[in-house]
């Protein structure tokens, strides 16, 4: 049993839930992720929320919508026939701590 002095003290937290979205394609009857990649060009990342959304693979709505009617483009430029794209809605958690584990040594 632990007395009040030795219990853990979290300092900062954060936590709370939001809503983050993915697009996907039909491809054969299935629904797949679009293949996306986070760089300097192209659809920016949200800033709200960016960092737990992109560890976890998810977008802002916006985001999302520019993703599946951009990869839906790629093809109608090439004349080839357009997938089915849409948007799916996620509800995301996240619970954020940390605690001094104590001053380094050395």
């Known amino acids: ?56 693979g998810l977008c802002g709505f916006e985001q999302s919508k520019a993703i599946a009617w951009a990869y839906a483009a790629c093809f109608a430029g090439v004349g080839a026939k357009v997938p089915k794209v849409r948007v799916v809605e996620y509800d995301v958690s996240y619970n954020i701590k940390a605690r001094v584990v104590g001053p380094m040594k050395g």
């Open 1 to 56: 049993m632990t007395s009040k002095s030795e219990e853990i003290k979290w300092c900062p937290t954060q936590s709370g839930s939001y809503t983050a979205y993915k697009a996907e394609f039909c491809e054969g009857g299935k629904w797949r992720p679009i293949p996306t990649e986070h760089k300097k060009k192209g659809i920016p990342f949200p800033d709200f929320m960016g960092g737990i959304s992109r560890q976890v």
